[in-house]
Antibody, heavy 121, light 109 residues
Framework: EVHLVESGGGLAQPGRSLRLSCSAS????????MHWVRQAPGKGLEWVSG????????VYADSVKGRFTISRDNAKNSLYLQMNSLTPEDTGLYFCAKLLAAAGTGPFDYWGQGTLVTVSS | DIQLTQSPPSLSASVGDRATITCRAS??????LNWYQHKPGGKGPKLLI????TLQSGVPSRFSGSGFGTDFNLTITSVQPEDFATYYCQQSFDTTSITFGQGTRLEIE
C-alpha cells in the first residue's frame, strides 16, 4: 500500500526558513515524479513545485520561484522542500503527491496527509 | 498560466439527487483535466477522474466526467452521504504550471 508522510512543518517567523520532508513507501519511489501542493487556511489547492524521477527537471509556481527548492533522495525514498524567505502568504497545509504515471504529466494518484506551516511574527 | 473556473462555488443537494459541477479552462487543454474530492480532517485529496473521463480505480461508477478543450463536467448521478465534500478540477496540460480550480463545495440540502 502506498504511503506518503510529510513532516517538518511548524511555526516560522517571516524571512526565516523551513525544510519539509515527505517519506514514501509502497511503490518504486525512483520511478515517479513527485510534487508539492499547498492549501492556505480556508482556501483552495495551489500547486507549488514538482521534480522528475531523476531530479533532472524541476518546476515551480511563480509564487515560490527563487525562494523554494525541491529535491529528492531516491536512496532514502524521500522528497524535500526547502522553503526560504518565508512570508505569511506561505502559511498553509503542505501535501506531497505522487504522479499517477511513471513519467510525463498527469494527475496525482496518492497524497500525504499534509504538514502545517505557519508563518507569523 | 491556464486559469480554471469552477461553477457553482457551492452546491446544495439531497441524497439521491444528481449533481453537476462545471470547470472551464482559459485555453484549450485537450483532455488534460482531472477531478479530485477533498474532505476536511487531515487527509489529502482523492483522485476521482483523470483525462476527463477515466474513473480512478475504486471510485464508484456514480461519478463520471465529460468534456473536451475548455469545458468540462463532473457528474454524480445519485449523491450519497459520503459524497459531501469539496471538489476540484486540475489541468495537467501545462507541465510547467499546474493549476486547480477554486473548488466547489457540495453541501447537504
Amino acid at each position: 500500500e502506498v504511503h506518503l508522510v510529510e513532516s517538518g512543518g511548524g511555526l516560522a517567523q517571516p524571512g526565516r526558513s523551513l525544510r519539509l520532508s515527505c517519506s514514501a513507501s509502497g511503490f518504486n519511489f525512483d520511478d515517479y515524479a513527485m510534487h508539492w501542493v499547498r492549501q492556505a487556511p480556508g482556501k483552495g489547492l495551489e500547486w507549488v513545485s514538482g521534480i522528475s524521477w531523476n531530479s533532472g527537471d524541476t518546476v515551480y509556481a511563480d509564487s515560490v520561484k527563487g525562494r523554494f527548492t525541491i529535491s529528492r533522495d531516491n536512496a532514502k525514498n524521500s522528497l524535500y522542500l526547502q522553503m526560504n524567505s518565508l512570508t505569511p502568504e506561505d502559511t498553509g497545509l503542505y501535501f506531497c503527491a505522487k504522479l499517477l504515471a511513471a513519467a510525463g504529466t498527469g494527475p496525482f494518484d496518492y497524497w500525504g496527509q499534509g504538514t502545517l506551516v505557519t508563518v507569523s511574527s | 498560466d491556464i486559469q480554471l473556473t469552477q461553477s457553482p462555488p457551492s452546491l446544495s443537494a439531497s441524497v439521491g439527487d444528481r449533481a453537476t459541477i462545471t470547470c472551464r479552462a482559459s485555453q484549450n487543454i485537450d483532455t488534460y483535466l482531472n477531478w479530485y474530492q477533498h474532505k476536511p480532517g487531515g487527509k489529502g485529496p482523492k483522485l476521482l477522474i483523470y483525462a476527463v473521463s477515466t474513473l480512478q480505480s475504486g471510485v464508484p461508477s456514480r461519478f463520471s466526467g465529460s468534456g473536451f478543450g475548455t469545458d468540462f463536467n463532473l457528474t454524480i448521478t445519485s449523491v450519497q452521504p459520503e459524497d459531501f465534500a469539496t471538489y476540484y478540477c486540475q489541468q495537467s496540460f501545462d507541465t510547467t504550471s499546474i493549476t486547480f480550480g477554486q473548488g466547489t463545495r457540495l453541501e447537504i440540502e
